[in-house]
């Protein structure tokens, strides 16, 4: 049975509370567990032992922890994709280069006179990124706080 082989593949981690997958992971960490002719992922595999529900593939399974491999049901929770990526962005993980405070940093200094290709040769980045990101066509979303605090002063 797929739910006892799956519990015989978790250990506990004493420092996170997290159940942890120990078979095969992909690249991204994410344990995965054949069922029938298909690989699953063990975190959805578990959300669906634990809730009674089939969900499709439209639906995500999210980790509160941020531990891919965590297959603790109290760590889990269900989302669409915008609510994936709202979670990469709040919890700023979503891959990319730069992290939040490095693409402010980024804005701050070219703000402050600083030239696009300096700012760009500082964190190895293109400097089309620099103008992106100064222009608000990348990391769009550092704005947003300021541009609701500009519309209250008016």
Request: charged share 25%; with cysteine; hydrophobic share 35%.
């Amino acid at each position: 049975m797929i739910a006892a082989r799956l519990f015989e593949g978790l250990t506990r981690s004493p420092e996170s509370d997290c159940w942890l997958w120990t078979g095969m992971r992909i690249k991204k960490g994410y344990g995965k567990i054949r069922s029938g002719k298909k690989m699953v992922a063990t975190h959805r595999l578990m959300y669906a032992l634990v809730t009674g529900k089939e969900l499709p593939q439209s639906v995500h399974v999210l980790h509160r922890c941020d531990t891919p491999a965590c297959c603790n049901p109290g760590h889990l929770f269900e989302g669409d994709n915008t609510l994936n990526i709202a979670d990469k962005v709040k919890k700023d993980r979503s891959g990319k280069k730069l992290k939040i405070a490095s693409a402010t940093e980024v804005k701050n200094m070219v703000a402050s006179g600083l030239t696009q290709r300096a700012v760009a040769d500082r964190f190895g980045l293109n400097p089309s990124t620099v103008s992106r990101i100064v222009a608000g066509i990348r990391w769009s979303h550092l704005n947003e706080g300021k541009e609701a605090e500009q519309a209250s002063l008016q």
